[in-house]
């Protein structure tokens, strides 16, 4: 980039790079801080509804970090991940976003099927990962492990030095279920659907919105949605933002969606309502089945 910027434009470049790498030194020392225990720098996760087509219902959630700060700012992973990521701190981050999500799912206990959390390849590459989500799993006697779901980024994986397959199936024996993230973005996306074990396909969101008005996104959601299936795995459509993209995802047999349309990410507190209503209903509406049956 410094290249093309030209002569005249180095000092430019210059100041534009040193406000990142301050901004991860800060972000490194407060994810640092944050997983001291520091109760006014915390790592909270916010929960976003994947709605099944079929029921219209809450079927899971994926967790996604924040970083509320001191001021009481909420900060977006975009801020703090990458710097995580390589000071090698995604590490103990990843596992407190593990131990945190299965906390929130043993409270939420029926009312939600499983939760999903990211997992970088940073931590998939450390030996102790396997280890770490078996050691996890062993302290929760009776917990059904395939409502854990571990989403893997497909173009991330390009980087990982280690084998991505091997490890992969050594976390599928301890019973978690595997996603493929940003489905369609890397440029080898064929040969993850045939060399990994995974259990569910997440269409990258550039493919899901605006697919009603555009017939060759609708082309491409319907072969993935048959490639999936023949393979015997689930897809989830990120970012439905339109009534239009939902209601053309349903009609297309797209077992399950994730989007704004339904609901943003939010705080556990304010999931914890909406799976509230969306329980209710469902109860309400099995009473009213089995009365009408
Ligand atoms: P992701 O895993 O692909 O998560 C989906 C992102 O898309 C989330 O952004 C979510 O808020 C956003 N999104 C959901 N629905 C819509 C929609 O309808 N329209 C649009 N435009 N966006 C939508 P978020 O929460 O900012 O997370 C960004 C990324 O940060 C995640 O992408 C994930 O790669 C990473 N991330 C989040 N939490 C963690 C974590 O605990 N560990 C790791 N390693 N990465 C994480
Ligand atoms: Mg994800
Ligand atoms: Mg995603
Ligand atoms: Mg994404």
Redesign the pocket.
Known sequence: AAKRAGGNRVQVFTDELRVPVQEKIAAEARVRRALAGDPRLTLPLWF?PVVSTVTGRIAGA????RMRTPEGEIL???HF?LAAEETGL?VPL?EH?LRSAIDHLLHWQDRLGYVS????PRQLAEPDFVPMVASVLAGLPGFDPSRIVL?I?ETALLASTVDVSERLTALKQLGVRIAL??FGTGYSSLTWLKSLPADIVKLD?SFVAGLAEDQRKASIIQAVLWLARSLGMSTIA????EAADWEALRVAGCPAV????FS??LPAAEFDVMLRESFERATFEGVHLRETM
């Open positions: 976003q994926e967790a996604l970090v977006s992973p975009f991940i995604i990843g976003v959390v990211n997992v970088s989403e980024t993230d940003d969101r990120e970012g439905v933002e994730q989007g704004y349309f943003k990410p």
